[in-house]
Nanobody
Framework: VQLQASGGGLVRAGGSLRLSCAAS????????MGWFRQAPGKEREFVAA????????YYADSVKGRFTISRDSAKTTVYLQMNSLKPEDTAVYYC????????????????WGQGTQVTVSS
């Protein structure tokens, strides 16, 4: 049972990237999932989360209106569409999962992916 994040890269400010988090194991179709990020010298921070049914989504204020979280119909892959990227979005992005979406938001997920680097140049 693991999470595999991908899709990071280098992009100019104003550009877009889409991150993916593929979950192995059918249990994830009943799990809330989300994204956190950690920039150099900073603490890990919440970015976005989505409930297992995809009926509820949650966003950090800093990304509202620019980022969109979604999951596929099998509910085992979560995406983070990032538009209008800013240099301050530069960080390693991690996906996480837990049965409780609120626990995902709090950063206490049971499972964490390995991280994917996003770098936004000015």
């Amino acid at each position: 049972v693991q999470l595999q994040a991908s899709g990071g890269g280098l992009v100019r400010a104003g550009g877009s990237l889409r991150l993916s988090c593929a979950a192995s194991g059918n249990i994830f179709n009943a799990y809330g999932m989300g994204w956190f990020r950690q920039a150099p010298g900073k603490e890990r921070e919440f970015v976005a989360a989505i409930s297992w049914s995809a009926g509820s989504t949650y966003y950090a204020d800093s990304v509202k209106g620019r980022f969109t979280i979604s999951r596929d119909s099998a509910k085992t892959t979560v995406y983070l569409q990032m538009n209008s990227l800013k240099p301050e979005d530069t960080a390693v992005y991690y996906c996480t999962a837990h049965r409780s979406t609120s626990t995902v938001v709090r950063g206490a997920g049971d499972f964490w992916g390995q991280g994917t680097q996003v770098t936004v140049s000015s």
